[in-house]
């Protein structure tokens, strides 16, 4: 049944009849947009690998959108610009950014000679370009803010030709008065734009991008043009850079904010303005926020607190949207407690001399980062999917809500239905987890280690390796899914796993690797495996939430105390090293990393969980010694996401996630190597942290990013191993040999050949064999001409 989510007395009308209506009393800020079957992707990967023309690829996106839009209204989001319009065919950020022409010389071959760009170019940004067609890397990618979504970092520079590039945000909009009352467009804001881009290659050094801001809004000013002449009746700008610490001070920040959101409320040819600011509060922006004069600011009540009186000084000409349904988590809303909030609201509203009935209900961010619907999972135990809710399940929520029908009230907990069934809690869980000390988090100092291990290991300068996982060819997927099907045994499953790890290992002893790894083939996903073998989690069939462009991962649930029942990697790992006398690395996910990609209890604090993540780990690691591995990888590539967006909650972030991977490590002996990996995000930000790891060698991605991570690298302040990524393994391009090798002499002259390892930027999973192969041939002929510079300068 369709709810109406209109104010009193307002009615379903066209967009061209809306232009100066209030926004609907039920919006969310965002949807996900890949499709409930990931229709998106699926049509991605035909269109790229030449499967689908583009033809066809345009006519599967366009079905998407409209059953999207179907759905939406279907769930309640039938008035004009109810529903956000918020898909992209790649990211959000990449398509602000080629709206006003952002787009870094070196695609300048991109551009049609009108200087706007298409569906291919958008791909070539995205992806790079290929040897013998221009041949460039991608946009650099990095975590969107405190979330797994990774966006493209725009790269602009002083003289970057800013200019209206792309109007797929007006084509989107007119295409959904084709499917009904028309959606709202979707922005990201000017502000957030530049704060997020970079200095484009060659500016100046004294240059920063948001030099041009106001070149930026002009271009902005165009577009909302565009859109209030195609009868967009409301406008959504995303500034979620509001809630996060900046470059720049409250004050500059304010001025910025007045420069761009207010420079284009100030235009009359536009459409209504609603300005979101999610992922957290933004406290005493929020009265310069509404002095812009948009017509609408949303507010993070999640992460955010309920403003005082005195923050909505001017909310008597702005209407108000309520982020209260938490859209990050797959948690219910304990709806009596967002109704309480919600009344909260509006008697402050009311005293600041607002309009308290004015006040809409949304999501605190995108449902982006949820999965599409609950319905579709029939696997999940019926007590969990009681507590449970995903992105059509909150949009029912806000649509209750808003329409008044829950009574505000005294509640106990933050939850819907209280979880008390099997598993939610386990005592002696929870006592070894009590009875954890710092000694359980301590080694041996790393000159001692570094000088067993050298002993132990026997490796060269510049060790070469890879991040763990190798290409998942189509046998090894089938005989996953036939095994979970029960139509492969468990002796004809462990065969065909064998039979892969052996051409793993094979290959890897041909290409020259110097430390090997079992490449992974019976994993799904580095963390929806251990959820698998892990106490405490449960998985989803089609939990589907978007990564980053085509890339989909399935979040698992972690809803209890979490343990180890049995070994996990042990068999695998020790199957790999029988077969070779290099040494072969156990490969496991950290602790802070299986956080962050999975919806975790919200039930108790974060650290105590991964606390319990670690030790279940522990035992992993200390099995795989056990049996005569000596090198351990626990990967950590989430670290740097789930720091907090504000500096002043660092410290107890940063204790307790370092704590969950020194006590996953620290129970092997001196000689066991410990490696970590990082990869796509700004770590350079968290340098401190990832030295207190105490790993013996930590891998981190630099390709894309042309080793930026470098510069933030102090030897002397980071005494231990480091493998710099040399090879982008996201962008389908084979890197040279030439190319590697000065990547290589680069890191060498900043670290030192005894403590440089050489590596992919991340796994390659995703990556397929021919050009795997021949990526890994460079990398190795790469280091052999480094060696061999090396030892003539050594016997000159």
Known sequence: MTVQTTQPGQSRQSAASTQNAPLPAATPVGYPRIGPDRELKKAEEAYWAGRIDRAEFARRARELRRATRTRLAELGLAAAAAAPESFSLYDQVLDAALAVGVVPDRFASVLGADGTIDDDGLFALARGVARGKGEQPPLEMTKWFDTNYHYLVPEIGPDTDLHLASTRVVDLFRESLEDGPGTRPVLVGPLTLLLLAKAQDGAPESFDPLDRLDDVVAVYAQLLSRLAAAGAPWVQLDEPALAADQRLDQSALAAALQRSVGRLAAGADRPQLLVTTPYGGIGDLLPTLLATGAEAVHLDLTRGELPTIAQLDGVDTVQLVAGLIEGRSVWRTELPTAAARLAELRRRVTEAGGEAAAISVSTSVSLQHVPHTLTLETSLPAELVATLAFADEKITELVTLAAGSVEPGAVDGPRSVPRTFEGVQVPAVRERAASATTADTERATYEERAEAQRVALGLPDLPTTTIGSFPQVAEVRAARAAHRRRELDDAGYEQAMKEEIARVIALQEELGLDV???????????????????????????????????????????????????????????????????????????????????????????????????????????????????????????????????????????????????????????????????????????????????????????ARSRGEILEAIDPGAFPRGIGPGVWDIHSPRVPGAEEIAEQVRRARAVVGPERLWVNPDCGLKTRGYAETEASLRHLVQAVREVRAEAEVTVVA
């Open 516 to 702: 090997l790894v079992h490449g992974e083939p019976e994993r799904n996903d580095m963390v929806q495996y251990f959820a698998e073998n892990l106490g405490g989690f449960a998985t989803t069939e089609h939990g589907w939430v978007q990564s980053y462009g085509s890339r989909c991962t399935r979040p698992s649930i972690l809803f209890g105390d979490v343990h180890r029942p049995a070994p996990i990697t042990v068999g695998w790992a020790t199957y790999a090293q029988s077969l070779t006398p290099r040494p072969v690395k156990g490969m496991l996910t950290g602790p802070v990393t299986i956080l962050a990609w999975s919806f975790v209890r919200d039930d108790q604090p974060l650290g105590d969980t991964a606390a319990q993540v670690g030790l279940a780990l522990r035992d992993e690691v200390t099995d795989l010694e056990a049996a005569g591995i000596r090198i351990v990888q626990v990967d950590e590539p989430a670290l740097r996401e789930l720091l907090p967006l504000r500096e002043v909650q660092h410290a107890d972030y940063l204790d307790w996630s370092v704590r969950s991977f020194r006590l996953a490590t620290s129970g092997v002996e001196t000689a066991t190597q410990i490696h970590t990996h990082l990869c796509y995000s700004e770590f350079n930000v968290v340098v401190g942290a990832i030295d207190a790891l105490n790993a013996d060698v930590t891998s981190i991605e630099s």
